[in-house]
């Protein structure tokens, strides 16, 4: 099966990293040199076309440029997809069906991950495409169908904006390690170490249980504990999601 790729940004790039063990990929892009670099990347040549008059007709394509050039891009485009698979946060199906022409459309959440096979994908929309697009996304992580555009919008707010927060919270014990007396090298493999080895807990335990088997009575983890609570870092990332998700409503 064959994906056409509108697109030569860093999702594009992860994307087509992560895809093209499973599928035959072509690229069309603004910026022919922008593609050749991705195609750079990849393990195995690809097709790059320019984005100039391109005909969609019969393809399965993944919308993967910024939400604002749109209607650029569109007005590039011509004939009718069999499917439009779109990562474009905030970016409504109505509004994708209104600017460019599909059989069947389906909005897509991935995050970087995907170059590594790891990306956590939220989808949503059609649902004649819903078996095609998990299986697509499902090649490269895990892929959930959600009900509704909005629990896609707050899934957004934590899978595709999480691996951020999930760095700063990395960073930030690097950092602390340092501050004690690490060596930056040193606290950079452990946290690295302690982030690989949290995923197998998560998937087999309540994140309080985890919690609860570390913490012991006027320990180290119940002081540091405390002072993560003191610091508000439960609100903080608890507002954090809501005013992602807000953003995703202003579209």
């Not at 590039?76 to 698979?85: F, H, P, Q, V």
């Not at 959440?109 to 995907?114: Q, R, T």
Request: glycine letters at 8%.
């Amino acid at each position: 099966m064959k994906l056409t790729i509108i697109g030569s940004g860093s999702m594009a790039t992860a994307l087509s990293i992560g895809l093209q063990k499973y599928y035959e990929l072509e690229v069309v892009a603004r910026d022919i040199s922008k593609a050749e670099l991705l195609a750079s990347k990849l393990d195995k040549p690809l097709d790059i076309y320019p984005l100039n008059n391109y005909d969609i007709t019969g393809k399965t394509v993944l919308l993967c440029v910024k939400p604002y050039s749109l209607d650029e891009v569109a007005a590039n485009l011509k004939g009718e997809a069999t499917s439009l698979i779109s990562i474009l946060a905030s970016t409504p199906i109505k509004t994708l069906a209104n600017t460019i022409k599909a059989k069947h459309i389906v909005r897509a959440m991935p995050n970087v991950s995907a170059a590594l096979s790891a990306s956590t994908t939220t989808l949503v929309g059609s649902r004649e495409l819903k078996k095609e697009a998990l299986k697509i996304f499902g090649a490269i992580g895990d892929a959930f169908w959600l009900e509704s555009e909005k629990e896609l919008d707050i899934a957004t707010a934590i899978a595709g904006s999480g691996p951020a927060y999930l760095a700063l919270i990395a960073e930030a014990m690097m950092d602390g390690g340092v501050k004690q007396g690490l060596k930056r090298d040193d606290s950079m493999k452990i946290v690295r170490s302690l982030f690989k080895g949290f995923a197998p807990l998560l998937a087999n335990l309540h994140p309080a249980l985890i919690k609860d088997s570390v913490m012991s009575p006027a320990g180290t983890t119940a002081a540091g504990y405390a002072a993560l609570e003191e610091g508000g870092t439960r609100d903080a990332f608890i507002k954090a999601i809501e005013h992602a998700f807000k953003v995703t409503q202003k579209k």
